[in-house]
Structures are given as C-alpha cells and as structure tokens.
C-alpha cells in the first residue's frame, strides 16, 4: 500500500469509527485541533493510564503531579520561553501569507503553488521577523500587559516550579522523579499530519532530579526504559530507533538528546525525546524567583542543585503511533479484511459479545455474559447482522476478542472465543470467560 | 471546631502533606489557581476514574468523549457565550480597583476596607459594564479579531457540536448520552475558597438526548443516579441536599434546573447540576451551521430534534468535598489524631507498609510484600520512626489500611492490619493480603 494511502485510509476509518473527529466540524472544522470519539478517548485513556501505571504507581521514586495549564508569567521569562521561543517568519506583501523562513522549500506559493513563496514573479517577502509561538491570553477583566498569562507550551515548568513543594511533602530523596500528564499549547504555523503536529496536544512528561555526577548512567538507564515501555505497547520494533540530537539540533539547555522516533507513513519523526538538561532549569529559577532551590544531601552533608533527565512523550503521537503501527489491511477468502491489531491492553474494547441467532434463549444468555463481563472490562454488545460482518465490525476497531453464544451454549453453557488476529476460535466455559480474558490482558 | 478554622487547617494540610500547591509558589502564586501534588494528583484521578466508569464504562447508553479545549469561535456565537456569558463591573476610578456591581455588599473598599466599594467618602464608582468571562487567545501569527479563539468556558459544546459524529460511529439510538472529562476556563472577577471557584478547572460533563416528552422522566432518573453516586463516594447524607433553580436563577436555556449541594465550612454550595435543557442546544446549533442535526426514528419513521438532560459536576468541587468530608480531629489518648477518612475507593494511598523494627529481616519481608501488593494497590512504604508514628502520618492523608510486619512474621508468615477509623488490628496470613484488601477496596 502507498505510504500517503495509509494516512488517508487511516483518518478516514477514524472518523467512521469515532476515534478522531475534526474539532467544530459542523462548523467547518479548526484547523489542527481534533476531537477524540468515543473509542479514540478510550485509547488515549489507556494510552495515559499505562504511563502513569508505569511511571509513578509502579515505582517507588517517582511522585504524580498535576499541575495547572495556567502559570505565573515570570516562569516562562526563567525557562527562557519569553524571549526564546520563536519562529522566524516572513510576510509575502502580494498575497498576505505568512511562512516559516527557514521551511520555505516545504511550503507552496498561494498564488502558483507549483513555486516556493518568493519564486513566483510577484512574490515581495520580508526579511523575517520572529513569532513567538506561545498563545498568550489575560486574567482578569483588562486586556493589558500586566494581566498576560500564557498557556503553557510545556507541562516540565509546572514540574520545575513544584519541585521543592514535591520534595519536602514527599520525603523522597534524591534521585527521584516526578511525573505528570497535562495538556499543552504551541501556536504552530506549519501544524499537520493528522494529531500527530497540533497546537493543543497532551504531554507525558518525567523530570528526574539526581545528583551532579550521576546524569549520565541516569541518561543511559532511562533511554532503556522509555525504549522498552514503547516496545511493550506492542509496536514493531522495526519502526523504532533511536535520533541522537548533535551540533545545532541540540537545545542551549542540553547536555545530551535523544528522540525515540517512529517510521510514520509520512517519514520518521519523534515520539518522546530523552533529554539530559543539566543544572540549566533550577539554575534559571532559583536565579528568577530568588528562592534557594538546593537539595541537602545528609550523607554527604553538602547543598547543591540537582540535574535533570527528562523523558518527554507525547499522548497524541503515542496514540497515532499504535493506530497507524496496528492499521492493515488483507485478504480472506477473497474478501479484503481491514484490521486495528492493537495490543489487547491498549484496544478500546476488550471483547465483543454476540449471540449467533437473535432466538432460541440466545440474546438473554450473551446480554447476561456481557453484563458480567462488562463490570471488569469495556465491552461491547452487537446482535445486528451476520456473524462474519459482526466479526469485521470489531476487526477494525481492534477488539482482540469476540464471544459467540450459539446453539451448544444452552447445552453445556459453553461459547466461542474467537481471536481477532488468527481468527481462531476456541470453545471456554461461560464460567470460565472473564478469567479467560483476564489472562490474555 | 469552628467552620473557617477548617479550610485553614485542611488548605495547611493538602499543601503539607502533597495534596494541593498553590500555583507557581516561588514566584509568589498565580491567584486562584493551583497544582495537585502526588496525593491530590491521585485523588482527583481516583473521582475522575469512578465517574468515567460509573457513566461510560458500565453503561451501554453512554459514549465517551474527549474534545479539544480550543473550538470554532462560531460555537461560542451559537451557544450565547459571546454575547451573554457576562458580570456587570464598577470601576472606582480614584483607587482603579475593579468590583462585581451585583456583589458590591460582599466587597471591601480597598481605601477602607470597613467600609463597601462606593461608601467610602473618595470612592467614585463608574456605571456597570458587561464584562464577558471567557478568556480570549489568538491562533496564529497576527492578533487580530479574525483570528481569536476562546478557551472554553465549558465542556458540554463540545458535546453538542459532535453529537452527529458520535451517533453516526456508535450505533447508538435515543435514548443516549455522551460524557466527557476536561478543562474549563472562566476568568471569574470574584474566585475563591481554595479549589472551589477557580479560573481553570475541570468539569465531568454528560448530556443524555431523549425524545421530545421524555426529558421529564429523564430528568429525574438522572437527579436520582447523580445524588446515589455522590453519597455512594461516601459523603455524609445530611451535608447533601437538593437546590431547585427557580425564577430569575434558572438559565434562559433551562426548563428546569436541580443543584446538588454540599454543606462546606463556607457554607451550602453547589457540587453538580441537573438540568434540562431542551431543544435550545440544538436548536442553535443547526441554526448557526446551517447543518441538519435532526434524529431519524425509525420505529416512529419521524425526524425531530432531540432534547437534552445535562448532568454537570466539577471533578476539583468533588475532591474539595472529599477532603472536607474527610477531614476530622480526634483525641485518641490524650493526643490529637488528624484524619482523613476517606472511603477507600477514593484514597490517594490504598495500604501502607511498614517493617515493625528496621532488623531480624523484618525490611526485607516487608520490602517483599510491598512490591507484591503495589502491582494492583497504590501503596506507601515507611520504615522511619516509632510505628506510632507511622499510623499518624497515614491517618492524616487517609489511608485506610497499614501492614505491620512483626516479630510473629517470620513464624506463622502472618502480619496486622491495622484499619484506619477503628484503630482496630486484624492478624492475616501475608498470602491472603492481596485478597483481603481486594475485598475492602
């Protein structure tokens, strides 16, 4: 299959099925910024439910956080953000469209977009100016400077900021981290490529605070994590690898960098980004706030300010990353089948109960099994159709089981299970079903 | 206790002990609004966790939902926020102070803070003028009109606006609802009490759609199920009641509105709210976008446009009645014994574990059971202290059940559990711990 096809194939199942709708569609959309439908919020809750398992439940020396979208503005001048974070664009005064400078060879003339801007004869660009690409908006009921806040571009401030707070309710010591989920806005001018580039997206975002010294082997321990919680979400391990940032590509704040990228239909591109940050963040706000920042290290009976690793992913690419890494499509017996081969822990619905025939006690005995089921896992419920049909329904949402009542159930009380991949039925014990799940999840 | 006295200490409490921060502290708070830290963090997840289950998970006439905070500036025309959604200001034009024009009686002159804003002899207040409450942003480059977007002022657009793409993908009938958990922004002149009135906050939204004549039934099977799932969190019965809208506080939109009140130390304030809506969402809606957003009923082969039961609770609202619920002082022994008694489902920490004594491999039994239990408990180790001590800590974030390893362990592999309200000690085998906390949990 064309690469471009999937991508198309891809949003469109997503808008049928209702994993992703584009936002105010009856209104003609906004750009950029998407909806998720009913099985899309089910996957991205799984998605952001396995990190935070992983990251903070299932560790000793990790805190939870959730930290506000709304921060003091001086935070954003200390994190450099303000000043810093900037596009450089261009003005073409014939046609009035703006582009990013140092992209113009991505981007098409609007008025013959078989050119680049400034290649078609009444082209008149300006030098570039810089845009910063922070959304800024006022508290309070005066629209001036001194009420600006700004959505944050970045959930690790609201981390760096809350640090001494974490540790002194904690008790932790270091090395430890702290770790929170949260939304977070960039106002791109080149977003695209379905969620995966938006201008409001969601964070998961680690900070690990360790002593100076220690950032290297901390660096190295927490690229294996992240690389194996990726892997377990059941993604080929092919369309992994590692980009190390170098030369320029790397942030002024960084020691070291490295993206776990994934191959896309639309090229490799990063999925979460390892950074090593240094002493850089506490250094800026202990310098802006003039509040001492400094860990006292009782072993070693001395004051200093912690490093930091940082592992960085995203809700949104992560979700896009299973979706397009689970989409395919194949034959069987003559017919195409469309597949989402998700992860069972990551399928938005868990099993599928059908009854073969709407008769013979068949429907009171699969909405009895379903309605057990479903107080342990989301399930879903279809009598509509043929069975084959009902199987494809779930196919290609990515259900990884469906359960059959049919004739030999009211004799023995068994169903069929039948497995989305192999498509293989096995015939459980109705008593024995949810234990059944339970293992395969 | 006195009732003031009890936001003091339980506002000292989230901060002390990692339930709430203010935000960004050491650049002196952003005003009303604040951080979760890692218990408020696992709080909050908890209520946002039982509600998505109680509303989504466990019904089949509910669909999830996770729309964008960022929508068409169109939704906010259509819904009446732009023109609307409004607080009549006074300006003082000696002290450039701004007031509530309609809560004058409830402000301080900030001149002479005995006296009312306008009482004071150099007070000169200005006419009311409407001040709209949403906060306003610009997508892309230039801030111009055409290009603003407003963070939304509540969750339940989104709702409507996707109402179509969730019928069409679902297969849902009407009856149905579809719920969703996220942001919210109001740029209130007048926040307050902790996390009760803030300018971001989250909201547990559900608009159940119904056949016109049948909102009247809805509406009160929807107040029922609301009120049992507050009271089954485990609030105390007499701190809940019913406020009905009447008159001038019902809402153009509503036909008939129900507040579900909690008793704070700050007197009865409203936790969720009931209404019925009709057909005015829809109605505005299809008329703004010109797209048809009528029902097709087939078992009445008519077409119409639904009416709307909204279910509207605010996920911060019900953690701050957890708390205050929660929260007690007791003499136990001629000590004061702070409590948090939460039910368990709601618990940050579900277990704690502690080693009696740090010897005789008392540390490594209970470091052994610790990592068992936490694979499917949110559980806290401490070794630090008198054991007294300990229970102390616990008791004051809530925690309901503490595991003691002793010296009768390393006999009969049997530890205490010691529960949280009673004070009262149960002795069990460490291989039936799993089970017996996932029978009280």
Redesign the interface.
């Known amino acids: 299959m064309a690469q471009p096809q999937v991508m198309d194939k891809l949003v469109s199942l997503c808008?049928?099925?209702?994993f992703v709708?584009q936002?105010?569609?009856?209104?003609?959309?906004?750009?950029s910024?998407?909806?998720?439908?009913?099985?899309?919020?089910?996957l991205?809750?799984n998605v952001k439910d396995l990190w935070?398992h992983a990251m903070v439940?299932?560790r000793?020396d990790i805190?939870?956080?959730?930290?506000?979208?709304?921060?003091?503005p001086?935070?954003w001048e200390a994190s450099g953000h303000v000043a810093g974070f900037t596009d450089p664009?261009v003005d073409c005064k014939t046609c009035k469209a703006?582009f990013r400078a140092d992209q113009l060879e991505d981007a098409k003339c609007p008025q013959k977009p078989s050119r680049h801007p400034g290649e078609h004869s009444t082209c008149v660009l300006t030098e570039p100016r810089m845009?910063n690409l922070m959304?800024?908006?006022?508290?309070?009921?005066?629209?001036e400077s001194a009420s600006v806040?700004y959505?944050r571009p970045e959930t690790a401030q609201?981390i760096y900021?809350?640090y001494?707070?974490?540790l002194q309710?904690?008790?932790q010591k270091l090395p430890f981290g702290i770790a929170?989920i949260g939304?977070a806005?960039r106002?791109e001018?080149t977003p695209g490529n379905f969620i995966f580039r938006t201008?409001?997206f969601e964070q998961m975002e680690m900070q690990f605070f360790v002593k100076p010294g220690d950032e290297g082997e901390w660096f190295e321990r927490w690229r294996g994590l992240r690389m194996a919680w990726h892997r377990e979400l059941g993604l080929k391990p092919e369309k992994l690898r590692w980009h190390e940032h170098t030369g320029s590509e790397l942030a002024h704040y960084a020691r070291a960098a490295y993206d776990i990228e994934y191959e896309f239909p639309f090229g490799w591109s990063e999925i979460e980004g390892i950074h090593n940050r240094g002493d850089f963040d506490l250094t800026r706000?202990q310098e802006?706030?003039g509040?001492k920042?400094e860990y006292f290290d009782q072993a070693a009976n001395t004051r200093y300010l912690p490093y930091i690793v940082e592992t960085s992913a995203g809700a949104d690419r992560v979700a896009l990353t299973l979706l397009v890494d689970a989409f395919r499509e194949e034959q069987v017996d003559g017919e195409l089948r469309t597949v989402l081969g998700f992860n069972p822990r990551v399928a938005p619905i868990k099993a599928a109960v059908f009854p073969l025939v709407n008769k013979d006690s068949m429907p009171e005995t699969a909405t009895e099994l379903f309605n057990d089921l479903?107080?342990r896992f989301?399930c879903f419920?279809d009598d509509?159709g043929a069975i084959g049909r009902r199987y494809r329904r779930q196919d290609e949402v990515g259900t990884p089981f469906c359960i059959t009542v049919d004739g030999q159930t009211a004799e023995d009380r068994s169903i069929t299970v039948r497995h989305r991949d192999s498509m293989a039925q096995d015939r459980v014990g109705m008593e024995n079903v949810a234990a059944y799940l339970a293992e395969r999840l």
């Not at 805190?63 to 003091?72: P, Q, R, S």
Request: aromatic content about 12%; charged content about 30%.
């Open positions: 808008k049928r099925r209702g709708f936002s105010s569609e009856i209104y003609g959309g906004l750009g910024v998407w909806d998720y439908g009913p099985l899309g919020a089910e991205k809750k935070w439940r299932a000793d805190e939870g956080l959730d930290a506000a979208i709304l921060m003091h001086r935070v664009l703006r845009f959304f800024k908006t006022f508290r309070g009921p005066v629209e806040v959505l609201g900021v809350n001494l707070n974490v309710s904690s008790r929170q939304k806005f106002n001018i201008r409001e706000h802006h706030s509040k920042l479903r107080k989301v419920y509509g």
